[in-house]
T-cell receptor
Framework: AQKVTQAQTEISVVEKEDVTLDCVYETRDTTYYLFWYKQPPSGELVFLIRRNSFDEQNEISGRYSWNFQKSTSSFNFTITASQVVDSAVYFCALSEGLKAAGNKLTFGGGTRVLVKP | DSGVTQTPKHLITATGQRVTLRCSPRSGDLSVYWYQQSLDQGLQFLIQYYNGEERAKGNILERFSAQQFPDLHSELNLSSLELGDSALYFC????????????FGPGTRLTVL
């Protein structure tokens, strides 16, 4: 069965500090997708990034970067130079297999990030 | 704006009642998913429809049912409501293979009193 663990429940930082969110996953499939979603105080879930299991290349997008390591089953997320607007709950999610119709997401418990001015 | 719409935004009802939540996917997306977010259970997958057919079921109670219509909008029906059904219900949609990212609607917050 698939499982996603986000060990950090809450992280508090001061603006401009970097913050790294940990995500560890479990799956028996060799083909899978990993995702990060952001849930700001307004409540909606915003898609941030998708990673395929066969592509371990790390990615940087503006102040966001992601480190995918299959050897440790981890998909960590770093916010550089954090801003107050980054305050939100961040969810890591896993989707197994490749299906034409798509597949369900299994979410971690989320990490609440509080950025103080 | 994800392009996924959900109505209503808020719903307050009493125990034992029945409600219907509505979702319209992004244009062109054939898959619709329903998720429940509660404080004790977190974000949990309920059910998936693809082009009108049920494709996968998660932790969905027998009191809950869903369907996807020919115009691809979906409805989630919750009946015999209990206090514990109070939660945020999300609908998401995705494109077909190989893309699998799901785009979420704003959610419907259900409060059962």
């Amino acid at each position: 069965a698939q499982k996603v663990t986000q060990a950090q429940t809450e992280i508090s930082v001061v603006e401009k500090e970097d913050v790294t969110l940990d995500c560890v996953y479990e799956t028996r499939d060799t083909t899978y997708y990993l995702f990060w979603y952001k849930q700001p105080p307004s409540g909606e879930l915003v898609f941030l990034i998708r990673r395929n299991s066969f592509d371990e290349q790390n990615e940087i997008s503006g102040r966001y970067s992601w480190n995918f390591q299959k050897s440790t089953s981890s998909f960590n997320f770093t916010i550089t130079a954090s801003q107050v607007v980054d305050s939100a709950v961040y969810f890591c999610a896993l989707s197994e297999g490749l299906k034409a119709a798509g597949n369900k997401l299994t979410f971690g418990g989320g990490t609440r990030v509080l950025v103080k001015p | 704006d994800s392009g996924v719409t959900q109505t209503p935004k808020h719903l307050i009802t009493a125990t034992g009642q029945r409600v219907t939540l509505r979702c319209s996917p992004r244009s062109g997306d054939l898959s619709v998913y329903w998720y429940q977010q509660s404080l004790d259970q977190g974000l949990q997958f309920l059910i998936q429809y693809y082009n009108g057919e049920e494709r996968a079921k998660g932790n969905i109670l027998e009191r809950f049912s869903a369907q996807q219509f020919p115009d691809l909008h979906s409805e989630l029906n919750l009946s015999s409501l209990e206090l514990g059904d109070s939660a945020l219900y999300f609908c998401a949609s995705s494109q077909t293979y190989p893309y699998n990212e799901q785009f979420f609607g704003p959610g419907t917050r259900l409060t059962v009193l």
